[in-house]
């Protein structure tokens, strides 16, 4: 079985640009969850996406934003970018939108803006 | 104060030593999560508890409800378990969001 799947693994942008991150997750799996992971703030909560509704979503300006297709895969996407946007994104799937489930992970997708 | 405490931040230990990581929270949760992060930035899912404990191998995970702690320990560890350790934790009533500890680096050597 595949896992989760992120692409692209590295990406360069500069300021202003916009950029857009996609997740296929585990054939099945239809929740899909975005991290960001930063030296200075750790692994925070972006979003959480579930049948194609998201159903959280955490302390993010507006720039950044998410859908989900009817297949579960993901997209995210980020606008305006900032030098603060550099990070490493994770993705993660599981089953259903529970508390009590495993996630699992992608190798994330690492943004760098110049 | 954060939600989700770890510690330590840093451990060394030489081959064949037995750790502790610890981790201890402030909120109801539905479930603890142990996870490992190698430098290429992969996360890969350890455990997730509700109650008790579990075991994998040389990795047990044991979690204590009442005192909203739980610790992961590594018997006869090996270099390859060199990484980072994360706790994290799903609150009740959010769903599948994870709250993360701030990791413990772990060093092995031979």
């Known amino acids: 079985k595949a896992g989760v799947t992120q692409t692209p693994r590295y990406l360069i942008k500069t300021r202003g640009q916009q950029v857009t991150l996609s997740c296929s997750p585990i054939?099945?799996?239809?929740?899909v969850s975005w991290y960001q992971q930063t030296p200075g703030q750790g692994l925070q909560f972006l979003f959480e996406?579930?049948?194609?509704?998201?159903?959280n979503k955490g302390n993010f300006p507006g720039r950044f934003s998410g859908r989900q297709f009817s297949n579960s895969r993901s997209e995210m996407n980020v606008s305006t970018l900032e030098l603060g946007d550099s990070a490493l994104y994770l993705c993660?799937?599981?089953?259903?939108?529970?508390?009590?489930?495993?996630?699992?992970f992608g190798d994330g997708t690492r943004l760098s803006i110049l | 104060k954060n939600e989700v405490e770890q510690s330590p931040q840093n451990l060394t230990a030489q081959e064949g030593e037995f750790i502790t990581i610890n981790c201890s929270y402030s909120?109801?949760?539905?479930?603890l999560h142990w996870l490992q992060q190698h430098p290429g930035g992969g996360i890969v899912s350890l455990f997730m508890?509700?109650?008790g404990k579990k075991k994998h191998g040389r990795l047990i995970a044991t979690i204590n409800i009442q005192e909203k702690h739980s610790s992961l320990h590594i018997t006869a560890s090996h270099p390859r378990d060199s990484a980072v350790y994360i706790c994290?934790?799903?609150?009740?009533?959010?769903?599948?969001?994870?709250?993360f500890g701030t990791g413990t680096r772990l060093q092995v050597t031979l």
């Open positions: 993660a799937s599981s089953f259903g939108p529970y508390s009590n489930q495993p996630q699992h």
């Open positions: 054939s099945g799996h239809r929740s």
């Open positions: 996406y579930f049948s194609e509704t998201q159903r």
């Open positions: 909120v109801g949760i539905s479930a």
């Open positions: 508890l509700s109650s």
């Open positions: 994290a934790v799903t609150d009740t009533g959010t769903a599948s969001k994870l709250t």
